[in-house]
């Protein structure tokens, strides 16, 4: 789940979570990445790093509380990467979390 998880409300996103591990096999590992913030929050907001500057709903997550998220739907937290993207329009740290059951 690359740049996904964090286009559902926290509430909606814990839904989500909770049927995927309900669906995952038993030794199965879900990989998912988001930015990393300085704030947990969520709202709509314009996309500023794309041509056409749509508003969309967005949850910003922190490292911790991006964590969080998946030990509350009974995840086990198995390895944690990073990965920078740095260009001439983003500049962005993403975190790489790797669950299972």
Same mark, same amino acid.
């Given at each position: ?40 929050? %969520?709202?709509?907001? $314009?996309?500023?790093?794309? /041509?056409? =500057?749509? &508003?969309?709903?967005?949850?910003? #997550?922190? %490292?911790?509380?991006? $964590?969080?998220?998946?030990? /509350?739907? =009974?995840? &086990?937290?198995?390895?944690?990467? #990073?990965? %920078? ?5 983003r500049n962005k740290l993403w975190q790489i979390l790797y669950v299972g059951?």
């Amino acid at each position: 789940m690359e740049a996904v998880i964090h286009n559902f409300p926290i509430e909606e996103a814990r839904k989500l979570l909770s049927l995927i591990h309900k669906w995952l096999k038993e030794n199965g590992i879900l990989i998912c990445t988001t930015t990393v913030a300085k704030m947990d929050f %969520e709202g709509y907001e $314009e996309k500023k790093d794309y /041509k056409s =500057n749509i &508003k969309r709903f967005r949850h910003h #997550y922190t %490292e911790d509380a991006f $964590e969080e998220l998946f030990k /509350k739907q =009974n995840f &086990k937290v198995l390895d944690k990467k #990073y990965k %920078e993207e740095i260009d001439d329009t983003r500049n962005k740290l993403w975190q790489i979390l790797y669950v299972g059951k």
